[in-house]
């Protein structure tokens, strides 16, 4: 089964079949132990369970790179919403390009056809 387009914890990259939740957010999701990490981070506590990218072999590493497309995936759709909705609203692609501090032109080349 591909993965590659359906849903993961943008925080820890698990897909939603193995974590007991999955909450949506805008253009992200966080499943139910990162909300309680996150929790225990808010509270004052500490979270020492990701030892970071380097402590993963290549095998893990090529396998979390599915999630990590379908994350960046998912964040570039809710980028190019949010232009579509204000374009609609006839907002410039100058004033965009600014909002995202990059030409007009930059952002017209990349978003214009998906809008
Ligand atoms: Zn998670």
Not at 18 to 29: E, N, Q, Y
Not at 36 to 57: P, Q
């Amino acid at each position: 089964m591909s993965r590659i387009d359906t849903k993961y914890c943008s925080f820890c990259r698990r897909h939603h079949v193995d974590v007991p939740k999955l909450v949506s957010g805008r253009g992200a999701f966080i499943c139910g132990d990162c909300i309680e990490r996150a929790a225990t981070v808010v509270a004052g506590g500490a979270v020492t369970d990701f030892a970071g990218w380097d402590a993963m072999d290549d095998d893990e590493l090529l396998e979390s790179l599915v999630p990590a497309q379908a994350i960046a995936e998912r964040a570039e759709a809710s980028v190019a919403e949010l232009i579509a909705l204000l374009r609609a609203r006839n907002v410039s692609w100058a004033r965009v390009g600014a909002a995202l501090d990059v030409s007009r032109q930059a952002v017209w080349e990349r978003y214009a056809s998906r809008v």
